[in-house]
């Protein structure tokens, strides 16, 4: 007979097992991938991107062949300076997870960029070692900016926020400087040069003290123009003292680094460019009433002098007296001096007019006529003794060389013998040869002979 199916039967005892709910499941998985594998970075196309109402973004990240649910909450997304759309190629860094309740596989990102930003972002670093290198950052190459400039130049969009921002603060601020715009493309590939043509524009003209190079905020990609290396160049050549205002306060771009001075939104930008006019009145009128004071200061302290140096000042009348009285004494004695003057100077006229008779020309030519006679009879007498004394030692002089001259020795019979060629004088019979030519000189003339 079958026995009832709810009779009780005999069950071996089986090994102990851990029966988890999917609830705990869930949970180890989720503890697992999150200790695991932690922050990783991962490249793919989003889809399916929802912005809740909560401001979260929720969306899928796919390659050719998988998929993974991804999340980033609002009040991380909120600093990302992108709007993700659907198809864009990007790169998240965030922690794997799992939505324990459904079970869902996910990755909870807090960081976004466009795929491609980090080649970007590493050519910026090359870019700005490089112009380091070169000093183009140094401090010593900033200008100074004037305390209150007397135009103000804006290069930057006609349409953009940014210039709104800055002239609606210099209105504010000090509505008496005026400013002038120098319009240009600030983001796309033709950017840079315009903003190096708008800025050569800006200096050729020379009609601004100081330059406000600003655009409003936006991606990494929207501010590249401002990471040219040539607008870098052209910033530092330039003489006109330049402020940079690019993006937001955490942006930072070449532009800026190069520029003379960085501020960190274009209204802190027109912040920096100009005081405050209602302080520059109230310090007016500080100097003002300062001057007042010290002018009024002034004033009485020259006047106590005045008043001491009256009441020291004598009477008039009797200065002049005492004035006229030494007056007339100065008088007589330069009349005076004067006679003597003249007496002295008509004696001295005198002795000089005897001297002068006694230095007449006709006594003077007299004297030097005798005189000049004496003179050359002692002449002709020293002449003559000179010339007997002279033709005394001739006479002795040639009565001696006659003595010594060869020519008397020739005289006498004797013969000088000479080679012909080299003229020298033949005094041995060694020195000559057979058939050589010689030549004897006598003592009326010279004649050849050949040695036999």
Not at 1 to 25: A, C, G, H, N, Y
Not at 105 to 117: F, H, K, S, T, V
Not at 225 to 237: S, V
């Amino acid at each position: 007979m079958r026995q009832p199916f709810l009779q009780p039967q005999k069950i071996d005892i089986l090994p102990q097992r851990e029966i988890l709910t999917v609830s705990q499941l869930n949970s180890k998985a989720k503890s697992l991938l999150e200790s695991q594998v932690g922050t990783i970075w991962l490249e793919g196309e989003i889809s399916n991107f929802i912005q809740a109402a909560s401001g979260h973004w929720y969306f899928t990240l796919k390659d050719n062949s998988a998929q993974i649910k991804c999340a980033i909450f609002k009040f991380k997304n909120s600093r990302l300076k992108l709007s993700p759309q659907e198809g864009d190629k990007v790169i998240v860094k965030g922690k794997i997870s799992l939505y324990e309740a459904r079970g869902d596989y996910q990755m909870i990102a807090d960081y976004m960029e466009p795929a491609g930003l980090g080649n970007l972002q590493k050519n910026l670093n090359e870019l700005i070692s490089k112009l380091d290198s070169q000093g183009l950052f140094s401090a010593d190459n900033k200008k100074q900016l004037p305390f209150l400039p007397k135009r103000i130049g804006v290069i930057t969009s006609s349409t953009g926020a940014a210039i709104h921002d800055v002239l609606t603060v210099l209105q504010r601020r000090c509505p008496m400087i005026p400013v002038i715009v120098y319009p240009t493309q600030v983001q796309g590939i033709p950017a840079a040069k315009n903003i190096i043509n708008a800025l050569s524009i800006a200096e050729s003209r020379n009609e601004c003290d100081v330059l406000l190079m600003t655009r409003g905020g936006g991606s990494l990609e929207d501010l590249w123009c401002f990471n040219d290396e040539n607008l870098a160049h052209a910033i530092a050549k330039c003489n006109i003292p330049i402020v940079a205002a690019i993006g937001h306060e955490v942006d930072v771009t070449i532009t800026e680094l190069v520029a003379d001075l960085r501020a960190a939104t274009p209204s802190a930008a027109a912040e920096l460019l100009v005081p405050e006019q209602q302080v520059l009145w109230q310090k007016l009128d500080l100097l003002f009433q300062d001057l007042n004071s010290n002018t009024l200061y002034k004033i009485h302290q020259q006047q106590n002098r005045l008043n001491i140096a009256r009441l020291k000042l004598k009477d008039p009348e009797q200065t002049i007296l005492q004035s006229a009285h030494q007056l007339e004494k100065i008088k007589q004695q330069l009349v005076n001096n004067f006679k003597t003057s003249i007496q002295t100077k008509n004696n001295q006229l005198n002795q000089l007019t005897d001297q002068l008779k006694n230095l007449h020309p006709n006594e003077l030519l007299i004297k030097n006529k005798y005189r000049l006679n004496e003179l050359k009879q002692q002449l002709n007498n020293s002449i003559l003794k000179i010339i007997d004394s002279k033709s005394n030692q001739l006479a002795i002089s040639a009565s001696h060389l006659n003595a010594l001259s060869p020519l008397s020795t020739l005289g006498r019979g004797y013969t000088i013998t000479r080679d012909k060629k080299t003229k020298t004088v033949i005094s041995k019979i060694s020195q000559v040869t057979k058939e050589q030519e010689i030549s004897i000189i006598v003592s009326d003339g010279e004649f050849d002979c050949r040695v036999v």
